[in-house]
């Protein structure tokens, strides 16, 4: 079992920056893929960002070169640097632990924090 709590989501002017944290409680953090979702209101949720076992990133494209997502397995955390933000990144943010096993996928979810781009 993991645990996850966000942290970090707040109003931010655009052009401004967070960062966004989301600590785990549980066993062997460092054997999940670390992931970062947001869903706006009315859509999908969709990945911003995610980082392997091993520290290799991916990023959605509407967010390359603007963030930046990091893990540090000693501190059983993993973090999401947001610059240059704009209104549409406005969104629920949501951590996200992933680990490959059988019969299914373990996958587990944080609460969510509210990040919002306005002036």
């Known amino acids: 079992q993991v645990q996850l709590v966000e942290s970090g989501g707040d109003l931010v002017q655009p052009g401004g920056s967070l960062r966004l944290s989301c600590g785990a409680s549980g066993s062997a953090f460092r054997l999940y893929r670390m992931g970062w979702y947001r869903q706006a209101p009315g859509k999908q949720r969709d990945v911003v960002a995610t980082i392997t076992t091993s520290g290799s990133t991916m990023y959605a494209n509407s967010v390359k070169g603007r963030f930046t997502i990091s893990r540090d397995n000693g501190k059983k955390t993993v973090y999401l640097q947001m610059n240059s933000l704009k209104a549409e990144d406005t969104a629920v943010y949501y951590c996200?632990?992933?680990?490959?096993?059988?019969?299914?996928?373990?996958?587990?979810w944080g609460q969510g924090t509210q990040v919002t781009v306005s002036s």
């Open positions: 996200n632990a992933h680990k490959m096993a059988y019969p299914r996928d373990d996958d587990y």
